[in-house]
């Protein structure tokens, strides 16, 4: 009952930028951490940046000084600012959000299905 759709990916050259988006759609109360994670070919997923209700932040080193989470709390969205973009951020990414849903009430965590992010040298 509850939907994540990113969107934004697609290729870009080292250098450049990108922004993703994540939508959240369904019954929805309300939604706590949201975060975007990435997973390279032959790689596990790992955790890019995530951003609380309140709006706190928090980012793996890599990305630091480069990408910026933020979050539309009125649209359930959740955005990725990418600038100075670089061969090795090549990755499926994929939104995540802590959602407490209605009917039937309960908190888990959603994925969305992913978006791919290449980064041509």
């Known amino acids: 009952q509850v939907q994540l759709v990113e969107s934004g990916g697609g290729l870009v050259q080292a250098g450049g930028s990108k922004r993703l988006s994540c939508a959240a759609s369904g019954s929805i109360a309300s939604i706590n951490t949201m975060g975007w994670y990435r997973q390279a070919p032959g790689k596990q997923r790992e955790l890019v940046a995530t951003?609380?209700?309140?709006?706190?932040?928090n980012y793996v080193d890599s990305v630091k000084g480069r990408f910026t989470i933020s979050r539309d709390n009125a649209r359930n969205t959740v955005y990725l600012q990418m600038n100075s973009l670089k061969p090795e951020d090549t990755a499926v990414y994929y939104c995540?959000?802590?959602?407490?849903?209605?009917?039937?009430?309960?908190?888990?965590?959603?994925w969305g299905p992913g978006t791919q992010v290449t980064v041509s040298s």
């Open positions: 951003i609380s209700s309140g709006g706190n932040t």
């Open positions: 995540n959000a802590d959602v407490i849903s209605r009917n039937p009430w309960e908190r888990r965590p959603y």
